[in-house]
């Protein structure tokens, strides 16, 4: 028989992810309503990069029964 470690994550964490890809997400905005530089694109893009990361890691531990 083989044992699979699956990750278990507490409400409170999953609440924190939340979050943590909402305040990525709002910043991605708030940085892409600025004047069109390319500093603010390059945050702009950062930040959604950031959230899109988080977004797929809930969904692998998801995918695995981790998160509640």
Same mark, same amino acid.
């Given at each position: 028989m083989t044992s699979?470690?699956?990750p278990?994550?507490?409400t409170l964490d999953?609440? &924190?992810? *939340? *979050?943590a890809i909402e305040n990525a997400l709002t910043? &991605? =905005?708030?940085?892409?309503?600025l004047p069109g530089?390319?500093?603010a694109l390059h945050a702009a893009t950062g930040r959604a990069n950031r959230a899109l990361?988080? =977004?797929?890691q &809930?969904?692998?531990e998801a995918k695995?029964?981790?998160a509640a």
């Open positions: 699979v470690n699956t278990t994550t507490s999953t609440i &924190a992810r *939340q *979050q910043t &991605a =905005l708030y940085f892409i309503r530089t390319p500093s990361s988080m =977004l797929k &809930a969904c692998s695995i029964g981790g």
